[in-house]
């Protein structure tokens, strides 16, 4: 009789376990979801009715015009958060000269930036008048990056058929993306801890068959893990988060 109370009182104790460790792992697995939604809900470009100002500086450091985002239709689902980007560019006499709306994603807390957004006003501009079908749409930015990670290139390409009918088709590559040191990056609407992410990019268009001059450059990121990137620079210039409202 002892020894089969004895059987109850383990079996017993070990049923508790058991509620101890499903209890635990419940709490991890939902830890785990808020976090990665917080994650993804840190993002500037993810926050619905945000607004955020780039500044456009050309390669004399001169302000040469603002790049405008408002963020709006916010929504998850499948693990997955998607948000519209109004995007307004205006030239530096703060003069509205081009329109466009693009979409941003964020999975497990790794940003998704849309590569259209490497698009200057003048190409979007162009692309106003017609219709066009993108491929390999999103370069990824990994939360955890760290100094010395490899991260994953990046390949857009954008076919475009005008209302006149010519068409043209244009390929952005990103290679050799490297994760750097760190840095702190002040401007007008903060103060941010960034990784330095370093690649190289290049931009080849043709208009009805003929090709035109391959645009070549070493790109520099400032990307601050949960918020995006607050700066970039070029040979060409250099853009900056000047305003978040």
Do not use: H
Not at 121 to 145: C, I, R
């Amino acid at each position: 009789m002892a020894i089969n109370s004895q059987i109850k009182f383990l079996t017993l104790g070990k049923t508790r376990n058991m509620k101890k460790i499903l209890l635990a792992a419940i709490a991890f697995i939902y830890g785990a979801v808020s976090a990665n939604a917080q994650n993804c809900s840190n993002y500037l470009l993810l926050q619905n009715n945000k607004k955020i100002e780039m500044t456009i500086y050309n390669k004399k450091e001169k302000e040469d015009g603002k790049q405008v985002w408002n963020v709006s239709n916010l929504k998850t689902a499948g693990g997955i958060t998607t948000a519209t980007l109004n995007t307004e560019f205006f030239n530096d006499k703060g003069k509205l000269i081009n329109k466009g709306e693009t979409e941003i994603k964020c999975a497990d807390g790794m940003l998704l930036m849309n590569m259209k957004l490497m698009l200057n006003e003048a190409q979007v501009k162009q692309m106003a008048d017609g219709t066009a079908t993108a491929s390999g749409e999103f370069l990824e930015y990994p939360p955890t990056m760290k100094e010395g990670d490899n991260l994953k290139d990046g390949n857009f390409k954008m076919n475009y058929k005008m209302n006149g009918g010519l068409e043209s088709n244009m390929e952005i590559t990103v290679t050799q993306r490297v994760a750097g040191g760190s840095e702190s990056i002040t401007s007008p609407a903060g103060t941010w801890n960034c990784i330095k992410i370093n690649s190289n990019q290049k931009i080849v268009t043709r208009i009805a068959g003929i090709g035109i001059p391959i645009k070549m450059t070493t790109v520099t990121e400032w990307f601050a893990p949960g918020v995006g990137v607050i700066k970039t620079q070029s040979n060409y210039g250099s853009t900056l988060i000047t305003l978040i409202q």
